[in-house]
């Protein structure tokens, strides 16, 4: 289990006095601006980025520091690139925190790899894997973005309503489409449901015919897909409406995105997904927040959530009044959870206020972070239906 209350000291060696040069504080930003989940990070990183812009702006955060964002690629998929694009960050950008990664296997290797043996605080807005929760990270690695053993849950009771009982399932051979189709055909039996089939699929093949034969011969009329949006899942779902296998589609919160739609249409129309995310005040907030700050989307996937990873790394900083790596990874906890003051989007100059002076903040967010014992969110799930050409929220669990 992880031990989230290590003291700063212990890692004092490792860490040193202060990272930032002068006025600048730079804080890395890894994600998969390329590979299958590469039309959804652009927007990722500019939710973290007006995160950093706001507090800079403000001139509260340490008496006036910038904060400067340096940006890395973790392709999604490639542990080896991720790894190195992180050694960069962290040993020649010297980083104070990192936001990211995105993708559960790339997330891992960066932990286990980089961020914790050079004690370096990551808070991922989109890594879901349960295995995640129980890795030895000493403390330094957060997320705000809800565990897939809760999605999984959510999306068997989904189909539980829906009166729907057997599925053929696909998932993308990582730790992410194990982990999610491990927790959704726990829970779907447990609520009655029939798997017919269970397969992995590879990323990056020209034909998925052979892949989609073979779901559709196990005689389920639903199809979930638990891939990638720009990758494997967008075949498999096109090859599944081009053969006529499948024309009913349930999708988790990798599949979610505007490009899928692009890509396949209206025979998209009915598909039912489930993404992390809520209808809070602070979500409605923080919409307002990314209109005013000339973001090109305000509600994309897991934007709120990565806005949330940047503020509560700056937040940190202010609470421990100091840059080092380890006094930021002390704060976390603290300034995430009540008790304090509520601060939602748009309000990061008021909580570096209030933490300049003592006082205490409980950061809700874009996402309602409450973090667990293990520095995970428990998070809600907005139900999702294509509609008309569009992702509707149907409700949120």
Not at 292 to 297: D, N, P, Y
Request: charged content about 20%; aromatic content about 6%.
């Amino acid at each position: 289990m992880k031990k989230l209350l290590l003291a700063s000291t212990m890692l004092a060696g490792l860490t040193g006095a202060a990272f930032a040069d002068g006025h600048e504080v730079k804080m890395g930003i890894i994600l998969g601006f390329t590979g299958p989940i590469e039309s959804l990070t652009p927007d990722m990183a500019a939710a973290a980025e007006l995160a950093m812009k706001e507090a800079s702006d403000s001139k509260k955060l340490l008496d006036g520091k910038v904060v400067v964002p340096v940006r890395g690629d973790s392709t999604c998929t490639d542990s080896a690139a991720a790894t190195a694009a992180a050694e960069r960050l962290i040993t020649s950008d010297n980083v104070v925190g990192i936001m990211g990664a995105d993708c559960s296997g790339v997330t891992t290797a960066i932990a286990n790899n980089v961020g914790v043996p050079n004690g370096v605080t990551m808070v991922s807005p989109s890594a879901t894997s349960p295995a995640l929760t129980t890795i030895e990270d000493k403390g330094f690695f957060f997320r705000t973005s809800p565990s897939d053993a809760r999605q999984g849950q959510v999306l068997a009771d989904i189909l539980k309503d829906k009166g729907i009982s057997k599925v053929a399932v696909t998932y993308t051979n990582n730790d992410y489409g194990k982990g999610l189709a491990d927790s959704f055909a726990a829970a779907f039996k447990s609520n009655g449901g029939e798997i017919t089939i269970s397969a992995a699929h590879e990323d990056g093949k020209a034909d998925y015919s052979a892949e989609v034969g073979a779901l559709a011969a196990a005689g389920a009329d639903h199809l979930a897909v638990f891939g990638y949006v720009d990758q494997g899942g967008k075949g498999i779902i096109q090859t599944s409406l081009d053969t006529g296998a499948f024309e009913n589609f349930i999708l988790a919160d990798g599949m979610i995105g505007d490009s899928l739609i692009a890509a396949i249409g209206d025979d998209l129309n009915g598909t039912i997904g489930t993404l992390p995310g809520s209808e809070s005040e602070g979500a409605a907030k923080f919409k307002e927040v990314a209109t005013a700050g000339g973001l090109k989307k305000n509600d994309g996937p897991f934007m709120p959530e990565s806005y949330d990873a940047a503020a509560l790394m700056i937040l940190a900083m202010q609470a421990a009044g100091s840059t080092d790596r380890a006094a930021i990874q002390s704060k976390i906890m603290e300034v995430a959870n009540a008790p304090g003051e509520k601060i939602l989007p748009g309000e990061l100059g008021k909580a570096l206020d209030i933490l300049k002076s003592g006082g205490a903040v409980d950061y809700e967010g874009a996402s309602n972070v409450t973090f667990s014992e293990v520095g995970e969110a428990a998070g809600s799930y907005k139900e999702l239906e294509v509609k008309a050409g569009k992702f509707e929220t149907i409700k949120v669990r």
